[in-house]
């Protein structure tokens, strides 16, 4: 299943925040969008999964969604949305338990997520017991539960610390290359884009326009911090990106 | 800088943090009826302005050796329990009512505002002309005065739930009621909970009000009774006993917080 978007433009009141974009999201490959903040990068993912409508514009959907796939678009979150009255293993179950499942079925759901995200001996925890960087292993095997079409992360990984960040990149270029899955990954870190990212999207400043689009053509798993092609890459996204991040940053909020 | 002068840094943090102390509330208690024990006996405090604790204590001794105790207790608890059963559970379903609707929530928010400050006191009258002087009017009364402070707890605990978890559980296409059912009323059930711990204050408040009308039996008629006979002992003893209802209130929630809440940790 591929999307499209076709002219979207969004206005808050009489604020223009996105303005027409136009993107093809391919299958099977992670597209990343960065931006400075404020250039309506979350936004766009809302739109993406239907959680926003857009002012004008569309957001279509192509081919026929996979059989076995319970929520075509799932969102990963950048506070993770555990709940925190049910366990690891209750967080995934939520998702499953609208979908009459046969029980069975159910269990090995996950059971099999929390083996793909390593959280097996976890799975009676509640989720103030774990570290962020669990709660975010805990919403990941959430998503893979469902089977998405197309994984939607909204800065994923922006509330962990430096190490954390650099652990769940490997799990996910881990999981991808296991089963190669479609992802929409918006960030502000331009390290995470040219990490996981087979298409970058540079959006403008507010109102959030595609600068450019930059591939990066070296496998995922072969993608190293460090590695000289990615740090030319991650500058010349950021020579992009420098003014605008600057002048987003001096601008007064709601102005 | 030249003189070599080696101090520790003066230590200051700490404070501001409660900590849990053991035996402190029930010592003081203690003390304070020591106290006016002591004083009484002493002559310190006549025996008009407070009655000797031992002398209290006989009596409620008295009440329940003769059964009168239970005789007194069982009305009162049944009317307790009937008035704020009937208060808080109309009181949750139109406060998540008013949560999750805004057709409800601007229709009766105002309503709830202009009935909360009515003390109900007041309306006792006019619940014996509707409801008859029997029980009726006394479960009206307490219901009604538990209703209110329950439905307010209430909207705010709705209000108050993470909406990244209602928007989490709408992008995984759960249904309505599944989200109500298993994102909303866990997240309000810690404010509905220490919401009930007012309601059901004032449910003990407003019963006494309510034996005060027209009951052969009850604590409150009880203390009535004894109030107008200026039987400090009995008065006393009375009002020992609805503290007590208090407490075990309060406790019984307790209980159900951890039990219910035990993910909070």
Redesign the interface.
């Known amino acids: 299943m591929d999307l499209t978007l076709s002219n979207l433009t969004h206005r808050y009141g009489a604020t223009e925040v996105l303005s027409g974009i136009d993107l093809d999201i391919a299958h099977g490959r992670i597209l990343c969008i960065v931006g400075p903040s404020g250039c309506g990068k979350s936004t766009l993912l809302r739109m993406i ?1 239907g ?1 926003e409508r857009p002012t004008s514009g569309s957001v279509l959907q192509r081919g026929a969604v996979p059989p076995d796939c ?2 075509p ?3 990963i ?1 950048q ?1 993770f ?1 555990l ?4 366990s690891v293993a209750g967080n995934i179950a ?2 499953l ?2 979908h009459r499942l046969p029980g069975p079925r159910r269990d090995q759901i996950i059971a099999d997520v929390l083996a793909r995200t390593n959280l097996t001996e976890f799975r009676n925890a ?1 989720p ?2 774990l570290s962020g960087g669990m709660k975010q292993r805990v919403a990941i095997a ?1 998503a893979l539960a ?1 089977n998405p079409a197309v994984m939607l992360m909204d800065e994923p990984l922006s509330a962990l610390d430096a190490q954390t960040r650099e652990l769940l990149m490997d799990d996910l270029v881990a999981l991808w290359t296991r089963a190669p899955f479609t992802a929409v990954y918006v960030t502000h870190n331009l390290a995470e884009a040219v990490r996981l990212g087979h298409r970058i999207v540079v959006l403008s400043r507010r109102p959030g326009r595609i600068r450019e689009i930059v591939e990066i053509d070296t496998p995922l798993a072969d993608r190293h911090a460090g590695d000289p092609a990615l740090e030319a890459h991650q500058a010349h996204l950021w020579q992009l990106m420098r003014d605008e991040a600057a002048a987003a940053d001096m601008e007064l909020q709601n102005g | 800088m030249a003189e070599t002068d080696t101090r520790p840094v003066p230590f200051r943090g700490g404070g501001f943090r409660p900590r849990q102390v053991r035996g402190v509330g029930l010592a003081v208690f203690v003390a304070l009826i020591a106290l006016i024990e002591w004083g009484t006996r002493a002559g310190v405090i006549s025996s008009l302005t407070l009655p000797r604790p031992s002398d209290v204590g006989t009596t409620l001794l008295d009440l329940a050796e003769s059964g009168m105790l239970w005789t007194h207790m069982a009305p009162s608890l049944t009317r307790l329990a009937v008035g704020s059963a009937l208060g808080v559970s109309a009181g949750i379903g139109i406060g998540v009512l008013i949560g999750l609707f805004s057709m409800v929530r601007a229709g009766l928010i105002p309503l709830v505002a202009a009935l909360f400050p009515i003390p109900k006191i007041a309306l006792l009258p006019l619940f014996v002309i509707w409801f008859g002087i029997d029980e009726g009017s006394k479960y009206a009364l307490i219901a009604l005065g538990t209703f209110t402070p329950t439905v307010v707890a209430t909207y705010g605990a709705v209000d108050n739930v993470d909406r ?2 209602i ?9 309505w009621l ?1 989200i109500v059912r ?2 909303v009323l ?2 309000a059930l810690p404010g509905i909970l220490s919401g009930l711990r007012v309601s059901l204050a004032i449910g003990i408040i407003l019963l006494v009000a309510a034996e005060m009308l027209g009951a052969e039996y009850g604590i409150g008629a009880y203390i009535l009774q004894a109030g107008s006979l200026y039987d400090l002992e009995r008065l006393f003893a009375g009002v020992v006993i609805l503290s007590a209802l208090g407490v075990a209130t309060s406790s019984a929630i307790g209980w159900a917080e951890r039990r219910m ?1 035990a ?3």
């Not at chain 1, 709940?83 to 049910?86: A, F, S, T, V």
């Not at chain 2, 928007?167 to 249904?175: E, I, K, N, W």
Request: aromatic share 14%.
């Open positions: 999964g959680l319970l929520n678009l799932t969102y979150f506070d949305a709940l925190p009255w049910r939520l998702v338990e609208d509640w103030r017991q959430r469902v | 990244t978890l928007r989490m559980g709408q992008s995984f296409g759960l249904t599944s298993k994102i866990p997240g809440l993910w909070r940790g």
